[in-house]
C-alpha cells in the first residue's frame, strides 16, 4: 500500500497519538497485563483501548487520573500528561496538510520549552511527513522516540530543565545554607571552608565506593561521561558494583555518554543489561531480578564522536600533584550524582585499559561539577 502524498494533501495519521499508543502497549507488557484488562482499569472499551495503543484513538482528559492509576510503576506527571494530551489534540485539529501541521508543532514548541525539545527530537518524523511519507509507525515505534516520551512523562520536572536556571538554584540553595546558621558561628564555619579547601582532592575507590553505599538512598539522577564504555559494561565491573540505587522510589534516571563510534547506544545497553542480570543472578538477588526489565527503562545510553571539543572540557580537571602546583589532566571518566537535596557531586577518573579498573581520581569542587554537569545536558540534548 502506497502512502506517500504531497504535503498539501491532509495527513490521515497523527504522529502523537501513534507515539502515546506505542509507549502504551509497551508500559502494559512489562506490567503483564493484556489489553482487555487495562481497558477496564482505566474505565474504557477494549476495542477502544486497543484504537488508542494503535494510535488510532485519543485518551479523554477526563480518564487521566485512572490512567495514570493504572500504570503505577511508570510515574507519569500529571502536568506532563494532561500537557501531552493537549498536544495531540492540537495535531489532530491540523491535519489537513504537512504545513498546517508543522506550524501548530512550531507554534506549540515557541510556546513551550519542554515540547520544544520533545519535538525537536521527533524531527525525523516531521521530515518523513514532508516528504509525504506516512508509514512512520515503524520509526516512531523505536527507542529513541518511547524513552524520550518517558523522560517527558516520568522526569517532567527536570526535562528540558534551562541549565542556567538549574545552576542559580544550586547557588541559591548553597547561599541559604548560611541563612540558617546562628550568625556567632560564621567564623567557625569559614574556619571549617577554609580547612576543608587544603585537604587533597584526589581520592581512593575504596572510598567512594563506600560513599556511594551510604548515599545512594540520595541519588535522584546519575550523569556521566565514559571514553570506553567496557568499563561499564565489563563483567567484573558489575559484579562488584550492582547500580541497586535504580531499585530505590527516588531514583529517577541514569544518563551515560560513551565515546564510541563503532557500537550502537542499543548494543552497548544490551551489554550492560545481560552483564547485570548474570551479577544479580549469581548474588541471588531475587526481588530485584523480579522487577529488572521495568528498572533498566532507568538507564540512559548514548554515543558520541570523541573529537567533540566539548568532550575534552568535560573530562578536564585540575587538581594538585606532590608540589601542590595545581595542573590540568584529561581522565578517561567524568560522572555527576544528583542528590535529592539539590546538592551535586562531582568526580573525574582515570581508567587502566588492561583492567577497566579506576585507579586515579579526584572529587570536583563546587563550579566544576556545576559547570560540567550544564555542559553534559547541554551535550546529551544536541546528541
Partial sequence: MNLKK????????????????????????????????????????????????????????????????????????????????????????????????????DEMSAADFKLQKLFAVMEPVWNELKKGNEEIKPLIESEVFLNELQDFLTRYELYAVNPKE???????????????????????????VTRTQELPVRIRFSDLWKWEERNSSKFKEHYGIFRDHSSITNYENLRKYKYLYLWQGQHIATYFIFLNTDVSAEKIKSVFEKNLRRSLTEGDYTNELQTFDEKMKKIRFKCCPPDHTEIIDLLTGSYFDDSENPYDKVHDAFWVFRLVNGNNIGFLASIEKETYKPFEGINLGFDDTVNKLDGMKKLWDAL
Avoid at 487521566?64 to 492509576?69: E, G
Avoid at 493537549?86 to 498546517?100: R, T
Avoid at 538549574?166 to 550568625?183: D, G, H, K, L, Y
Fill in 6 to 105: 504531497s504535503k498539501e494533501e491532509k495527513i490521515s495519521i497523527n504522529p502523537l497519538s501513534v507515539l502515546l499508543g506505542a509507549y502504551l502497549a509497551k508500559e502494559r507488557n512489562l506490567l503483564r497485563m493484556n489489553s482487555k484488562d487495562m481497558a477496564n482499569q482505566i474505565g474504557i472499551g477494549e476495542s477502544f483501548y486497543r484504537m488508542i495503543e494503535a494510535g488510532l484513538a485519543n485518551l479523554h482528559p477526563s480518564r487521566v487520573l485512572d490512567f495514570i492509576k493504572s500504570f503505577p510503576n511508570s510515574q507519569i506527571n500529571f502536568d506532563a500528561i494532561c500537557k501531552f494530551l493537549v498536544a495531540v489534540q492540537m495535531v489532530e485539529n491540523n491535519l489537513s496538510s504537512y504545513d498546517q501541521l508543522k506550524k501548530v508543532i
Fill in 166 to 192: 538549574s545552576s542559580e538554584t544550586v547557588v541559591q540553595n548553597a547561599n541559604n545554607i548560611f541563612r540558617t546558621i546562628p550568625t556567632i558561628y560564621f567564623d567557625f564555619v569559614e574556619d571549617i
